[in-house]
């Protein structure tokens, strides 16, 4: 007696989509009762390619071209597509790859800081009315104090270093590190008073010279600049490591 075989397929596919235009990987899952066109009109949100210039390749799980989907009207069932295989959808409409991402190409909206500050329904205008960041007065004028105390505060210790003295650095979050203090005042690469130091071990950032401007000299990673009030200077004497032993 013949017995009959029916293969029943899940109605649904999980796909790999590539494309033209990016080296990106999007999967998706779809029905096999949708039709080439229908299943172009949903790729077109997930590439960027118009539907009507797409091309629309088949390749199996491990990377074998399959066939051209070449009929709008077919089902996507009627194809030899599974799971994890790959639908490879090629732009004719004269897109390049890479293109999506290029801001460059896009216009953008640009009005004079002036202007801006005319308009009534923009977020400056916002905080202007609520009294919110830079332009609450009370506010700016406390941190502008505390900022002038602070910078006095760093002044009068960097007054109180001199370049040659032993020192010992505490950072907030970092080990406590022994050097000599190697120069003491304003520095280009930030405002305010800073402090070198040549450290005893290569835990610095450089060797004392910052964005081609020498303001002392050390062994590399040996030099780091750090805040006055993050110095404390005494009889701090060079630990023996040892490396003269053996």
Sequence with gaps: MDSEVRVISNPIVNVRVTNSLSSSVY????????TVAELK????????????????????VSDSFLQKMDDNEALLGSYPVDDKCRIHVTDRSGG??????????VEKFEISDEAYDKRTDSARSFMKKCHVGRFNEEEMAKKKANLAARDAEQKAAADAISVGSRC???????????????YVGTTDFKPGHWVGVKYDEPLGKHNGTVEGKKYFECG???GAFVKP???TVGDFPEEDYGLDEM
């Design 27 to 34: 999967w998706g899952k779809f029905s096999r009762g949708i």
């Design 41 to 60: 009109s949903k790729l077109e949100l997930v590439v960027g390619a118009p539907a009507a210039f797409m091309d629309l390749d088949i390749f199996s």
């Design 96 to 105: 390049q790859m890479g293109e999506l991402f290029d801001v460059s190409k």
């Design 168 to 182: 010992k650095v505490e950072v907030p979050g970092q080990p406590t590190k022994l050097g000599t203090v190697m």
């Design 220 to 222: 590399d990673k040996y």
């Design 229 to 231: 009030l993050s110095v």
